[in-house]
């Protein structure tokens, strides 16, 4: 069984194959690996496992980065710690970023500018193209269900420290009472936590269950969230299911009939963009975009026939957005 010293050293290895995610990430990810709980960095078990399709991504981007100026490519390497005690969520923010940084350089805009941030509400970016000056926002899409993908990243994180013991095939039942769309607070990744916790208790004595069950009050209700287990000997896990069939076979959400969640989230994410892009240029003198980067798990399956729905749900959310000022435009990246 790997110690945290082996894997640190695997992961480092590793991420010297790839010589734009070491150059970029290499100072984050030595400060993060010295704080806790660094295994739930979905980077990192990016890299540990070898996710060749996620790490070719993410250095295209890169490459598109750098190659546009150097100026801005360690600007934004050096624009998180490693040491944030919210690094693994800002991270994706980070990487969402640098998506939009790709999609403004394939869209022929040049001298594209990080917006330095100030007490007033500012853009992300801002962008020259033939003479004319453009603004940009990114906004990073959480995962829509952020009980299952936390579960789904604790799992791993224990599946990477202790390879032995969860060479099984995992089933979930997550039992919820509220809409997906709910954030987690600290007290839910605690509980989370405990949950995985039990399952590591139920591994040790040979059980094949584990549950953990606690409530909460969300907005003056009570919520009830009923976290259950099972597994059986021999294969490594990997499917996740839920009550009501929520959760497809894989492990991975079908949101075809839960898809407006996510379009509210989608909505109320625009309209803050909205909010900050037209507080920053009151004179309305340039057009202004806001780029939504939909966050994906590393194993996430997405199905064709729910990405066009979604991109049709963004294009309606577009022209609303039109009506309240003619020079917004809202995409999806």
């Not at 500012?122 to 269900?145: C, H, I, Q, S, W």
């Not at 340039?286 to 966050?295: R, T």
């Amino acid at each position: 069984m790997p110690t945290l010293e082996n894997l640190k050293d695997e992961l480092f290895v590793k991420l010297d194959k790839n010589p734009l995610l070491r150059e970029f990430f290499k100072d984050m990810l030595e400060e993060r690996v010295s704080n806790k709980d660094w295994l739930r960095n979905e980077l990192v078990q990016i890299i540990l496992r070898n996710l060749a399709t996620n790490i070719d991504m993410i250095e295209s981007i890169l490459s598109k980065v750098k190659d546009h100026g150097l100026s801005l490519f360690c600007q934004m390497s050096n624009a998180l710690s490693g040491n944030d005690g919210d690094f693994d969520n800002k991270m994706t923010d980070l990487l969402a970023e640098i998506n939009g940084i790709a999609w403004i350089i394939d869209h022929n805009y040049s001298e594209i500018e990080k917006v330095a941030e100030t007490d007033d509400k500012t853009p992300d970016f801002k962008a020259n193209k033939e003479n004319e000056l453009f603004l940009f926002e990114v906004k990073n899409l959480r995962v829509p269900d952020q009980v299952l993908h936390t579960v789904f990243v604790q799992m791993e994180a224990r599946a990477l420290a202790e390879p032995e013991i969860y060479k099984k095939q995992f089933n979930f039942d997550l039992k919820l009472n509220e809409k997906p769309y709910e954030a987690l607070d600290v007290d839910d990744q605690h509980q989370i936590v405990q949950f995985i916790d039990k399952i590591n208790q139920a591994l040790s004595i040979q059980e094949s269950t584990a549950r953990h069950t606690y409530k909460r009050r969300i907005r003056g209700m009570d919520i009830e969230r009923d976290f259950k287990c099972s597994w059986k000997p021999d294969n490594r896990y990997h499917s996740i299911g839920h009550q009501d069939n929520f959760f497809s076979q894989l492990g991975y959400p079908s949101y075809t009939k839960k898809l407006f969640p996510l379009i509210r989230k989608t909505w109320d994410a625009v309209e803050r963009s909205i909010e900050q892009l037209i507080t920053h240029d009151h004179n309305d003198a340039y057009e202004k975009f806001v780029l939504l980067n939909w966050q994906k798990p590393p194993d996430f399956r997405m199905f064709e026939e729910l990405r066009s729905k979604y991109e049709q749900a963004v294009k309606d959310i577009d022209k609303i957005a039109k009506v309240i000022n003619p020079k917004l435009h809202i995409l999806l990246l």
